[in-house]
């Protein structure tokens, strides 16, 4: 981890500073001086070290700071190294192969599980960002090429074991990170469950369960037995929403909808200067997708990031956990943006549109039992 100089630098100036009023440290020089003051228990020394990684978190720090912090017990540098890391790995790690191939599987596994990663696009944005790491974990020459990551598609699609690689001697020790996406919301696309099966990365008795579970929520949102969550804890929404998100380049009026099937809602996004809308599009030549229920509920959290060049958070604005209620075509305001938010403008959204199922109906589904059919159905309705 450290060359000969860096840990000689870092001895001189921590013996340095016992008989010195003040040292100066360089960023390069910060980590080998951490590991030094850490083993000469010199707090005075620890914390310039600590203030100096905060404010040179970045592309080229983010992860050795976060390793370094969590080895030597230094919280804050942690902390600040884990949210930067939060903010940035699907917006701008992408393109960056070194520093995405220095993310061990533990941290990648922290990163995927938590719910206020800001997603790029969707959450099978979260699986083509694992298929690439993986890829660049086996074969550490890859550069960041766009050539290197169809490359790590090909690799796994033409693989000549036939079982689903995180199953294999080779692959084991990275299904922790797979595990930690949030599989039921990879199946809601035909084309997404297309690539998983051509992939045989994921095995499918992982997809199954939730591939029942999906269908059942569906079928209770089609059938009028459920319109939606109107309240939920924080914590068990972090848990089951699905993660979107996208980059705002420049000022101005911005419209877009994520694709797939969102249980029968077509949401519509429109961002501009001031305001963040969102509408519940329901046309008549799309009806055969969409739920015909007058009012569905959703819950959702829109968080909106400005950074500065080094990719850290200047200002940040949150709607907090949010209930609407939509009638067909309705158009509600989110959130009056903040004068202090700047662009590129970063837009992470946490949604949920189906009631949880009880723990009940989850083992019914998972134990192979047969859902219910629409009798059943009318007659609990009645």
Not at 131 to 137: A, E, G, S
Not at 301 to 314: A, P
């Amino acid at each position: 981890m450290f060359t000969c100089d860096s840990v000689l630098t870092a001895l001189c100036t921590v013996l340095g500073s016992l008989y010195l009023d003040e040292i100066t440290l360089e960023p390069i020089e910060v980590v080998p001086t951490l590991a030094t003051a850490t083993l000469f228990q010199l707090d005075g020394i620890i914390d310039q070290c600590t203030e100096i990684m905060i404010e040179t978190v970045n592309a080229e720090t983010a992860v050795k700071y976060y390793d370094a912090a969590y080895e030597y017990g230094v919280k804050k540098v942690k902390d600040v190294a884990f949210k930067w890391l939060l903010i940035n790995l699907l917006s701008y790690f992408p393109e960056q192969s070194k520093n995405l191939r220095e993310i061990s599987v533990d941290l990648m596994e922290k990163l995927i599980s938590n719910p206020d990663l800001f997603v790029m696009q969707t959450e099978f944005s979260i699986y083509v960002l694992l298929r690439f790491w993986m890829f660049l974990q086996l074969h550490p020459e890859r550069d960041s090429s766009r050539e290197s990551v169809l490359e790590a598609q090909q690799y796994f699609q033409n693989r000549k074991d036939e079982e689903p690689f995180l199953v294999t001697r080779e692959g084991k020790r990275f299904a922790g990170p797979f595990e930690a996406l949030r599989l039921q919301h990879l199946v809601n696309h035909h084309l997404d469950i297309d690539m998983l099966k051509c992939d045989r990365i994921v095995p499918q008795d992982w997809l199954a369960p939730l591939v029942s579970q999906q269908w059942y929520r569906m079928l209770r949102l089609d059938q009028g037995l459920d319109r939606g969550p109107k309240s939920m804890g924080n914590e068990e929404f972090c848990r089951d929403c699905v993660r979107c998100g996208r980059t705002l380049v420049n000022a101005g009026e911005h419209v877009w909808r994520w694709t797939g099937f969102n249980m029968g809602l077509d949401l519509i996004w429109s961002c501009s200067t001031h305001t963040l809308r969102v509408k519940r599009n329901h046309h008549t030549e799309h009806e055969v997708m969409l739920s015909m229920q007058s009012r569905r509920h959703i819950l959702c959290r829109v968080t909106l990031v400005s950074l500065n060049e080094q990719r850290q958070v200047k200002h940040t604005q949150s709607t907090g956990l949010k209930s609407l209620s939509l009638f067909k075509n309705e158009e509600v305001t989110l959130l009056v943006l903040d004068k202090d938010l700047t662009y590129p403008l970063l837009l992470s959204v946490n949604l949920l549109f189906s009631s949880p199922v009880t723990s009940s109906q989850e083992s019914g589904l998972t134990d192979g039992l047969p859902l219910p059919s629409p009798a059943q159905i009318v007659i609990q309705e009645r």
